[in-house]
């Protein structure tokens, strides 16, 4: 962060700020309807996107109408499926390829008999994506990955991706990355630098498109990760969100901030 405070000559830079949801603005949990959304949680959100011009938006596997329904009745800028819906700063929604929309529920229907046979695991239709949830049967993880492999492969336009005790079809050549970087060409994001925080493999896309234009990709917990700098925990993640905002609030107090702060650290030093 001192890094790209040194860039801006000294000033607080012009940021724009994305999050990842699971795992970072949130703990994980046991089934995707689990989590535990804190009451303040989406007070605080909206507080951030207003201190950043509304630079502010959450890239996620989740479909928009989760994010919506556990932030209510915030409406963020909100990338979901990974990158197949999204929602710009304008409240506008782009329309998602009906082709994506048919294969993601072919693939779907084409688990259900996995999930017949075995109903501790949890099938998350998503409109352009699906997620097979193992966490309940980790021993099925095999018969999972090859029950994906069958069903994506006759939809050569999806690919496989693995994530926290799920597997998860998402059409190729969108990620969270190509996301971030749709933001970037819009308003209010142009023009800024763009952060990234995340916590889980399908985030890696994204901390190198914010790296590739000029900012910094966080990775929450530890594990091989292409961002630069690493964050302990979602906890952290609500206090580095509250520092950011004083950086703007306060450019002198927060260079210190972030020079001495113990919230970030940098990747390499692991
Ligand atoms: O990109 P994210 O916002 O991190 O979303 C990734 C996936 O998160 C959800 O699944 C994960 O979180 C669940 C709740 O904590 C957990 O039970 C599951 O094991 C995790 O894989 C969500 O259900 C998926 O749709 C997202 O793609």
């Known amino acids: 962060m001192s890094e790209l405070i040194a860039q801006s000559g000294g000033a607080a830079p012009m ?20 989590v535990d959304v804190p009451a303040d949680l989406a007070d605080q959100l909206e507080r951030t ?13 989740r479909e928009i109408a989760d994010i919506d329904r556990f932030l209510s009745p915030l409406h963020l800028p909100v990338a979901g499926a990974h990158g197949a819906q999204r929602r710009r700063a304008d409240g ?37 994506a699906v997620a097979l949830h193992f966490r309940q049967a980790p021993e099925l993880e095999e018969d999972c990955l ?7 492969g006759t939809h050569p336009e999806f690919t496989l991706v693995p994530g926290k005790m799920v597997l998860e079809a998402r059409p190729a050549g969108i990620d969270k990355g190509s996301a971030l970087k749709a933001y970037m060409q819009e308003e209010p994001f142009a023009g800024r630098t763009p952060i990234f925080i995340g916590d889980d493999t399908t985030d890696e896309d994204a901390f190198r498109a914010a790296q590739d234009l000029g900012g910094i990709g966080i990775k929450l917990g530890p594990g091989k990760t292409i961002a630069r700098m690493r964050i302990a925990d979602v906890a952290s993640v ?12 306060q450019p002198h107090a927060t260079a210190n ?7 970030l650290a940098d990747t390499t030093a692991h």
């Open 15 to 34: 940021l724009a700020i994305f999050t990842d949801f699971d795992g970072t603005l949130v703990e994980i949990a046991e089934t995707p309807d689990a």
């Open 49 to 61: 996107a207003r201190d950043f011009n509304h630079a502010f938006a959450v890239i996620t596997g």
């Open 92 to 128: 506008t929604l782009l329309e998602l390829d009906a082709n994506i929309s048919g294969a993601a529920q072919a693939i779907a229907d084409a688990l259900r008999p996995l999930l017949e046979e075995h109903p501790e695991l949890i099938l998350e239709p998503k409109d352009g």
């Open 146 to 152: 090859l029950a994906m492999q069958a069903a994506i």
């Open 238 to 249: 609500y206090a580095l969100l509250e520092g950011l905002t004083q950086i703007v609030a």
């Open 257 to 263: 901030l972030a020079d001495e702060s113990p919230i």
